[in-house]
């Protein structure tokens, strides 16, 4: 898109306030305006690259770097420290995904058609799955309140681990499951599909290059969060469960409006529910196991998260069971998200 070709004017931008040593409340600003364009040119590269390497490679490279972004950003979040942030900026980003991008894409493409229609079984199928994930996140939020605190340091870490190794397991399972045993249900109909822009070199040097400055980008975002808040007055729990997941899926987001409004709501859905799908499978395992480099993270949500994340499942559950949506529908989902981003930024 055009938008986020000049949008790509803030990464030299945010590197010279940088160096420059600008207002932390402006460096998180532009960091965030950076790291944009530099998802929607990563997303890109994936796409080009799977013209050439087929549609396996092409689905395992989208599912794998869908949420590289995300993953980036709260990797300098852990080594910061900012483990508040990090779990928040997980639920944020299911919470975000089902509910405002699946609501936005059932509005934008509404609007156009009276009726959508998208494959219930796969819908069905990801939503069970992001119900179990959801359960093995809630699971050990539960065991905290049942253990002695004084044990909670030492026999927690090992649960979240296992927990960690039980989800990643299942990630890795889910991905042959779509592409070996089950594939023809997930099937993408590619007759409309144009020729690669790109060769495949440009395409990896953009997927590499735009790699690396999302990792810079990344640290400078990470590093204005404590300052930023304290001037602003927001909360790091606001920033991680509300911006940084706008921030880090700006582009997909975008992606699954468009597919909507081309009446490609079968790819819509599944980018929502997919990426959140993506977020609890492997996002949240890979930071578990980084975590150990640095200092351990639990995978503990506050009554709040686990309350929203809930709820926010059971929606996507409740929208998989017809097969079909409309625009009402999707106000419905965005009234639900603002009233939860509401009570997050009061908290």
């Known amino acids: 898109m055009k938008i986020l070709r000049i949008m790509l004017i803030f990464v030299p931008i945010s590197i010279l306030g940088e160096f420059l040593h600008w207002a932390p409340t402006l460096m998180f600003a532009l960091s965030a305006l950076a790291i944009v364009p530099l998802a929607g040119l990563m997303g890109e590269a994936t796409e080009e690259i799977s013209f050439y390497s087929g549609p396996k490679v092409g689905g395992f490279l989208n599912a794998t770097f ?83 605190p004084a044990l909670l340091n030492t026999k927690y870490e090992g649960l979240s681990v296992i927990v960690a190794v039980i989800m990643f397991i299942i990630y890795i399972l889910s991905l042959f499951f779509s592409f070996f045993t089950h594939r023809d249900i997930y099937s993408i109909d590619h007759s409309q599909e144009s020729e690669p822009k790109w060769s495949m070199k440009k395409a990896i040097g953009v997927l590499i290059g735009a790699t690396v400055f999302i990792a810079f980008e990344s640290e400078f975002l990470v590093s204005a969060v404590e300052p930023m808040t304290t ?39 599944e980018i929502a529910i997919g990426s959140s799908l993506q977020i609890i499978l492997f996002v949240t395992p890979v930071l578990i196991f980084l975590s150990l480099l640095f200092t351990p993270m639990s995978i503990v949500f506050n009554e709040f998260e686990l309350i929203a994340l809930i709820f926010s499942v059971l929606i996507a559950n409740r929208v998989a069971t017809d097969g079909e949506s409309n625009w009402m529908e999707g106000v419905q989902l965005v009234a639900v998200y603002l009233i939860i981003a509401v009570a997050f930024f009061v908290l």
């Open 231 to 269: 001037t602003l007055g927001l909360s790091e729990f606001f920033v991680g469960i509300i911006l940084i997941p706008i921030i880090g899926n700006a582009a997909e987001h975008s992606t699954a409006i468009v597919m909507a409004v081309k009446n490609k709501m079968d790819v819509a859905v």
């Open 66 to 148: 869908g949420n590289a972004t995300e993953l980036i950003i709260a990797f300098f979040a852990l080594r910061a420290g900012l483990f508040e942030v990090v779990k928040a900026s997980i639920a944020g980003s299911v919470i975000g995904n089902i509910l405002l991008v699946l609501g936005l894409s059932m509005v934008f493409g509404g609007i156009k058609y009276k009726t959508q229609q998208f494959n219930r079984s796969v819908v069905d199928n990801s939503a069970s799955m992001l119900l179990f994930a959801v359960i093995g996140l809630t699971i050990p939020a539960i065991f905290t309140h049942t253990l002695d």
